[in-house]
């Protein structure tokens, strides 16, 4: 099943950067808003605005029930662009994403006919229950934001960002996802189940209707493209992109599978977003070893089950290796 709202505009000029204070600023409405839907996940919601700003994708990875599909559309109300939605099943087909040429008698001449994918914000719901030759036709939309289909090439408007939710239960009736996918993902996020208190809250909140459906957006796409901007100005020494490098490397020294040049640009790029969220315009140690764990455990492959998790490695990674 899939529902999507055609674009409405085009975003493609890039605007000028604004203001450290300004972005921040964006960065902080957009975060409340969510907050207003969501209870008690105050890092993650920081954790996807700030994967947004450094133009990432996002993969939200829990049991179910726990809020991942709230949560992403909470943060696709709060900016005002087009927002789509793919329901993954596993007979959805690879066109079914994309769009496809579709014969028109009056003119004689095939006419494309976009899929879901073209959109501002994507939500990919329960994308593990598609097969991979279904799931693959997302790895050109994230990696090059255009998509091609019967040859023809289609750039995507911006700001694009995917989001998807994956359901890490009833491993019989889901796929894996393949590596190459996965390390799309700028960011793998968990919400974990809630406290009693902020479980509670959320009681509260939906008695007699639910918060989301008075959700207004907060922020524009024009809003969020400048705001990126911004973030590409921030300021990254060349110690600060040693250190990045060196964790990098620690992982491929200690893993089966290690974190990739793009894993290395993505956690550069947050790290970029999450010192504008702080207000600053350059970028520090703290801000690195803030973005770590979110955006490299999952590119890691630690070998035999039962040793050591990707997040153990990258805390182990953050622990070990020096500030220089």
Known sequence: MTEANPPQRRTDASPDPLPVDEAADIAERVVENVERVIVGHHDVTEHIVT?????GHLLLDDVPGVGKTMLARSLA???DCDFSRVQFTPDLMPTDVTGVNVFDERTREFEF???????NVVLADEINRAPPKTQSALLEAMEEAQVTVDGQTYDLDQPFTVIATQNDVEADRTYELPIAEVDR???RLTLGYPSPEDESEVLRRVTGGHPIDELEPVATAEDVL?????VESVTAEEAVRAYVTRLANYTRDHADLGVSPRGSIALLRSAQARAVLEGRDYVIPDDVQSEAESVLAHRVRTGAPGGTSGRELI???????PVE
Do not use: W, Y
């Open 226 to 230: 400048a705001a990126r901007e911004t």
């Open 51 to 55: 994967a947004i700003l450094a133009r």
């Open 113 to 119: 006919r976009p899929g879901p994918v073209f959109g």
């Open 77 to 79: 109300r709060s900016i």
């Open 315 to 321: 805390a182990d990674a953050v622990d070990s290796v």
């Open 185 to 187: 993902f700028t960011k």
